[in-house]
């Protein structure tokens, strides 16, 4: 890459009337001529040259220039002053004039050969991976990049691996190869890339376990749920939905943390997962349990238990109604449920389901019945309970499967975001894209942007595979919709046919870190974006998403964009990076802007015998040669309000006594304000 310092270094001077001096990027060359005509070779494309002549007459020069005779097919170069910009790869031919443009010497001419510098490619062979024995590992170059050319060569290798490994890459020559790991240990794979001229090579490391291991993960307790029973009554404790993410639960630990005073109450089976209590004394008891596994012990559950003297009836609860999604399965709850008994049985049963439902509940004779809800509207469903001595009327809980609950399906398009070459179609694949609630998709293929020349169409558009049919050269955007009946979700993608320029995917944006700023200070965006594009700019788009009431700020345009806070609270700023017509998702910073105000404390000076006793103070406050005075109460401390940015400010304090009287200030205290970036991450 060239840098800004060295691109002043390529600038072109030559000194005419027989001496040439000539800057290039390398070293300076002085070269004498006795002849009339001088042809300098490789001066760069896209780099101003300047002509510096040296005369014995000012006059004379004043009233010389010079003009370009001869150009490449294409160029729109011309001269400015004394210099020009190669625009087009060629010779150009130059001759000095006169003010009134006729030509003075036709014998003396400059001829200057531009050519574009070849900028070698960079290589990128991805991060560094870790695998394990017999997975399958790809390799992923894609971020390789040639600011010269758009199609590179790849080649990869294998600098070094274990010695009894015996792995290769047959596809050597692919973007993203893949091979599968044979022994434990290091794997270094080497990428280079080519273009025509030069080439880069970059390494990456892949290091292989013998087999998979991962963090123990911490079981998660469930007590149940909380209870009211009468008196003297066995309530079993049920911890069976307490669970571990690895699947390995070893212990329960139940135990009673809080119990009425005058209560003996044990708990029976206090380590298995039901465990048993009876309640022997009226008020409230709190149930715990723990769970864990071989390293790790749960955070504690607890369950509320309130015991009454009161006889208390079979009551059925179904639980809350709910909203729920089509598909889905639906869990009830008849814990809740009180019966004069401890054994209780459950009869769960359908009032009413939509039409055409085919659906039926499992376990039904349990407390935590489920059923799949296969088609939308409303299932309505009985519960009934009994002990030995009763039953329970009947209570009902509703389930509605909704279209206001359907979730939006998710467009995805396979195959876009690419250049292709000397091809007419190109096949357009959706058929990836998914509905959660498993609805049949509705397709539709359209153009974002395509070429106003050409009969480019779309065949097949309403189908999940279409055509993209009389490409020509040009660049196209794609879109997506696909629809469930109720709610659509579009996206989209390019496609450059025979490119001769390097077209970007979607760049990023990072807006900064969040800062906390003074009012009226100068807030600076610290804004940054990554592109792909090696060849068209990346523009940087800042705008308020959120600023306090009454502001009139306004963003300065730029990468580093900047605003005045005018009023205290929060600014949210939102960064948008775009490459052409392709832009970022957008990124957020947030402003928080507090007054400036500075605290001042000392100490009070101690009472002595014969003096009178101070009993405030007086502050003396000078700014731009204005004084005011405030008498403040006795206190330590004084905060100074409204203050203003780089400003200078003088204090002096002055005690106070009973009659009024205050001391002369004996000093004075000089500061000044200045603005500092405040991250608050």
Known sequence: MISKKSMTLLTFILVATFTYLIKGDKSTELIKDTSKSLIIQDISTGI???????????????????TIVDKPKGSKAVFNSKSFLPDVDGEYTIKRIDASGVILFPEESIHLKAKTKNTPPTSNAGKDQIGYIEDTLTLDGSKSFDTDWIFLKYKWSVSKKPPKSKVTLEKDNNVKPSFKADTVGKYILCLEVSDPESSHHDEMIITLSSKKTSENKTPIADAGRDVTVKVDTIVRLDGS?????????????????????????????????????IVDVEGEYVVSLKVSDAETESEISRIKLKVTSESSDTVADAGDDQNIKLNSSVYLDGSKSVGETEEIVYKWYFVSIPEGSQAMIAKADSVNPEFECDKKGTYVVGLVISDSQKESKEDTVAVVVDNSKNSSPIAKIVGLNTYVKNRTNLILDGSLSTDPEKDELIYRWFFKNKPSTGNTEILNSTSPRATLSGLV???????????????????????MVNPSISITEKPSSDAGYNQKAFITSEVKLRGSGKSNSYIKKLNYNWSFKKKPYGSKATLAKGKDASFKADILGEYLVELETSVGKIKSNKDVVKITVVPLEIKLKWNPPKKKKGKKAVTGYKVYFKHNNEEK?????????????????????????????????????????MFETKNKEIRND
């Open 473 to 495: 050269t040009a660049y196209y955007m794609i879109g997506l919709e696909v629809s469930d009946g109720d709610k659509t979700d579009t996206t989209e993608g390019w496609v």
């Open 241 to 277: 939905k307490s669970y571990d993410i690895d699947g390995g639960i070893e212990k329960f630990d139940w135990f009673i943390s809080k119990k009425p005073k005058d209560s003996t109450a044990f708990i029976v089976g206090d380590t298995l997962v039901l465990a048993s209590i």
């Open 48 to 66: 101003p040259v300047v002509i510096q002549q040296k005369t014995s007459s000012q006059s004379k020069l004043k009233e010389q220039s010079w």
């Open 629 to 669: 005075e405030k008498k403040i109460g006795l206190v330590s401390s004084y905060i100074l309000p409204k203050l203003e940015l780089n400003q200078t400010y003088f204090i002096k304090l002055a005690a106070c006594v009973e009659s009024g009287q205050c001391t002369k200030p004996t000093g004075e205290l």
